[in-house]
């Protein structure tokens, strides 16, 4: 890590990636990097990265003149405790990856820097039904603790820009949500799902899968692929009933397939051909919950 440097404004120099894990200190450091002509672009992350989180990077710097990620395994947005002690940690070889990939800055705060007040004094963002469907459904709080630290991250690195990937739908609809709430002039940039050569959607989860299990998830991606290509010819209702079917015959535990408007996620039943909608599944391998979508614009 020949060009990694901890927090030291003096020693900053485009040829460094800064690693700050203070909020004062990022504030020192901005007053030295950041001018009126600055643009921001932000990539928060939750660590153990994939080429999926490097090509939102890759688009930032299409996008600013300087750019900030951030790893921080957010508490609040874990239902499941036993889900938060298996998220995989790979810190040292992300901070390579990084710095490999032209990351300027690297925010990487303890959980006292976000959460000083404690994790369960948090201000509760309305999100309306958009927090009752799909993950919101099958993980209740999820979307609370992701608006909380999105908030907190947004507040503390002021960016011009936020980037997301789509593969997580409806998580992007819920912070276009929370900065509609918030009043933000950030600029939402959602980039395209990167895949693996067998369709799976890169997942910092995929980290956990056995070879058996990893040879299995692309499942989904194919069974979504097959509800996109007989959408317009097909029952919907039926094509989910099969979908479920053909998944759970697989050996897949499935939450949900569903087939809904991709401007506000209000289920559909039938589609015109002309209206853009989002094919969604979450299912279990074993117990590793993998998330997917399609999105069909025409």
Not at 250 to 269: C, M, N, P, R, S
């Amino acid at each position: 890590m020949a060009n990694q440097a901890y927090f030291n404004a003096d020693a900053y120099s485009e040829d460094n990636m800064i690693i700050v894990k203070k909020k004062a200190d990022w504030i020192n450091l901005q007053d030295k990097i950041r001018t009126k002509d600055t643009t921001l672009a932000f990539v928060p992350t939750m660590g153990a990265l994939h080429q999926g989180h490097i090509s939102l990077l890759k688009k930032s710097k299409q996008l600013a003149n300087l750019n900030v990620s951030s790893i921080f395994i957010n508490p609040t947005q874990f239902n499941n405790p036993a889900d938060f002690k298996k998220y995989p940690v790979t810190t040292e070889e992300d901070i390579l990856m990084l710095e490999r990939n032209s990351c300027d800055v690297l925010f990487l705060p303890g959980v006292k820097e976000i959460y000083p007040e404690g994790e369960i004094n948090t201000n509760h963002i309305e999100l309306g039904y958009l927090e009752t469907i799909l993950e919101g459904e099958y993980r209740p709080g999820h979307f609370q603790g992701v608006c909380q630290v999105v908030a907190r991250l947004l507040k503390i690195i002021e960016p011009d820009y936020l980037l997301l990937g789509q593969k997580d739908y409806q998580q992007c609809m819920v912070i276009k949500k929370l900065l509609d709430v918030l009043e933000s002039k950030v600029q939402l940039i959602i980039c395209p799902t990167v895949r693996d050569n067998d369709g799976l959607a890169l997942s910092s989860r995929n980290l956990r899968l056995t070879t058996d299990e990893r040879e299995l998830a692309p499942e989904i991606y194919k069974t979504l692929s097959v509800i996109k290509n007989e959408l317009s010819t097909k029952n919907i209702e039926q094509l989910k009933a099969d979908a479920i079917q053909y998944l759970e015959q697989k050996g897949f535990k499935v939450d949900y397939v569903e087939v809904a408007d991709a401007l506000d996620l209000h289920a559909i039943t039938e589609w015109n051909g002309r209206h853009p909608v989002v094919i969604l599944a979450a299912a279990f391998v074993n117990d590793i919950r993998l998330i997917d979508n399609i999105v069909v614009e025409m």
